[in-house]
């Protein structure tokens, strides 16, 4: 089982039409330590607003009005990256191939092994937490860039492009010495320490 | 052809008796008992078990002569021929209702008796040979019907396989929580109480599928009892819901409350239901409509009839085809054979009611059946 259990602050969502199995994964994933939240719907689901909240979704593909792998679909269309685990019981290549490339991360078929869920859930979890903490970090970074002056943001593109100073100067029709003064304001408010980090800091931004 | 056989002599009269055997020992039969009383016919009948009956009409003790012949037909089914001097026209009317083999007025000669036995116990042969081969046709008759709904079943494997899953997955899920919530020295014993009451609960929740499942597949005696239709429509229903969701396919039930109780075998009633609605999913797969909905409807008709309705909207019957289709090996499924609504129309021959097809406007076709209320059905 799972290890960190207590670590683990996010909640998990399950989606089953199932009362039963529903009410069965709640019980087994909350003995473990987790916060486990119920839907008997995905409109149920999509209907609540602190989705952000979710570290993991637990989804059945049985589910009553639509079909479980349409609304992986959904979630892809409203930008909600939260890894989705698929259960199934009716498991076949072709329907584990479709769950896979609308984006579910596992795919489990019943009876599924409270094992092989929990690795699932922690594995969901983790790239959950990993997919948000990169998320913060260019929102970081976002910020600092929305500090600089539009002179500022002219000389970050030249340097991230790799130009020397002279030819940045060259470039924007200014002294080498403005430019000098230009990029030591932007490499502070950037808080880059060396050409790489603002290379590396220009891809994150798509730049 | 002359067999010898065992004939049981009941006379009140112990010289015409003693004279009817020795009649007999000419003619070649033998005489396996005498008695001068009805009541004690019919004990030495069941004991003995002669191959013929002689009966005097007149005897002695409480019961005549065709009493008794009419209790030992019924009992044991040995043919009775009368050997009276009373010809009068009652008598003769009550004693052809005990259904005899022969009839001989008294006295008679060697040759006659001969005749009648002889005859008595050909037609004997000849029922016991009817007997035996209506009894096979009814076995084969349930055997036949049997096979279908098993076929019928099996094309829902699928869905009862699953079905029974999702139980048997929270049972696990359950019995794996309780165990976790008893782990360490902080065990929290309520919630592993409540997990293990969930596993028991999903543990009957599947025993329940599995019931519903095996009363319909059983191999039982048809047993006309009973029933509420409508709960037996929800227990069907119960049973292919989960298929027809799986092909997309709505179900909607209208069950008209307060119905009058019905007669009839559940299994073979539900057998009927069961086609007729995988029948009417087959229909819209074949059509490719968009309205993937089977509509059930009880209600009574005027005349106090219980009237069952199978509706879709599919691909519909050919207006030419709305009687042939209930005709034994009559089919338009390339893998079917055609034996799904002729067994239908015969439960329903069999339990006094009818079954028919009407086309539905625009697209699809409305199964009906009647079932007689209880008051007025005869148990056959």
């Known amino acids: ?207 | 052809m002359t067999t010898r056989a065992r004939v049981m002599v009941v006379e009140d009269d112990r010289i015409v008796a003693r004279d009817i055997g020795e009649q007999l020992g000419r003619i070649g039969h033998s005489v396996i008992g005498v008695t001068a009383r009805g009541e004690a016919a019919v004990e030495l009948a069941i004991s003995n078990r002669p191959d013929l009956v002689l009966m005097d009409i007149r005897l002695e003790g409480e019961i005549d002569g065709i009493d008794a012949a009419r209790h030992i037909r019924a009992r044991c089914q040995i043919p009775v021929v009368f050997l009276t001097a009373y010809a009068d026209d009652e008598t003769i009317r009550r004693a052809s209702e005990a259904e005899p083999f022969g009839y001989l007025l008294k006295p008679f000669e060697d040759l006659q008796l001969r005749t009648v036995i002889e005859m008595a116990l050909y037609k004997d042969r000849a029922d016991r040979k009817l007997r035996e081969s209506t009894a096979a046709l009814q076995v084969a008759q349930a055997e036949l019907a049997r096979m279908s709904r098993i076929t019928t079943m099996g094309q829902l494997t699928a869905s009862i396989a699953h079905e029974v899953n999702q139980p048997l997955m929270a049972v696990v899920m359950n019995a794996e929580a309780c165990v976790q919530w008893l782990k360490g020295e902080k065990a929290n014993v309520g919630e592993a109480r409540a997990a293990a009451e969930r596993a028991i609960a999903e543990g009957h929740r599947a025993g329940a599928i599995i019931q519903r499942v095996r009363a319909i597949a059983r191999n039982a005696p048809v047993v006309f009892e009973e029933h509420d239709l409508n709960e037996m429509i929800e227990s069907v229903l119960s049973i292919v819901q989960p298929e027809l969701s799986r092909q997309g396919i709505a179900l909607d039930v209208y069950l008209q409350p307060g119905q009058p109780s019905i007669v009839g075998d559940r299994v073979q009633l539900q057998q009927v239901m069961l086609n007729l609605v995988s029948n009417a999913a087959d229909a819209i797969n074949a059509s490719g409509t968009q309205q993937r909905r089977v509509t059930v409807v009880s209600a009574m008709d005027p005349l106090g009839e219980v009237c069952v309705t199978v509706e879709d909207a599919g691909v519909g019957i050919d207006p030419d085809h709305l009687d042939v289709i209930f005709n034994p090996f009559f089919t338009t499924k390339r893998d079917g054979i055609g034996m799904g609504l002729s067994i239908c129309r015969s439960i329903l021959d069999a339990h006094g009611g009818r079954l028919w097809a009407e086309p539905r406007v625009p697209t699809g076709t409305c199964f009906r059946f009647t079932l007689p209320p209880r008051m007025l059905q005869v148990a056959p």
């Open chain 1, 1 to 207: 089982m799972i290890a960190h259990a207590e670590k683990v602050a996010a909640v998990v969502a399950v989606i089953d039409d199932d009362q039963g199995i529903r009410e069965a994964l709640d019980g087994m994933l909350r003995s473990v330590g987790l916060q486990v939240e119920c839907f008997a719907s995905a409109h149920e689901f999509l209907a609540k607003d602190d989705r952000d909240k979710f570290g993991c979704i637990v989804l059945d593909v049985h589910l009553p009005g639509r079909n479980g792998l349409d609304f992986l679909d959904d979630l892809a269309a409203l930008h909600v990256t939260t890894p989705v685990i698929v259960i199934s019981g009716f498991a076949d290549v072709p329907m584990s191939v479709r769950a896979m490339k609308a984006g579910a991360i596992e795919f489990l078929t019943k009876p599924v092994r409270a094992m092989d869920l929990l690795a699932a859930v922690e594995a969901a979890v983790k790239r959950d937490c990993a997919m948000k903490q990169a998320a913060e970090k260019i929102a970081g970074l976002r910020a600092d860039f929305e500090t600089l002056t539009v002179r500022e943001r002219e000389v970050f593109v030249h340097v991230a492009a790799g130009l020397m100073n002279k030819q940045i100067a060259a470039a924007l029709d200014l002294s080498e010495a403005t430019i000098k003064l230009h990029r030591g304001t932007m490499m502070r408010k950037m808080r880059a320490n060396s050409l790489a980090d603002i290379v590396r800091m220009a891809d994150r931004l798509g730049i």
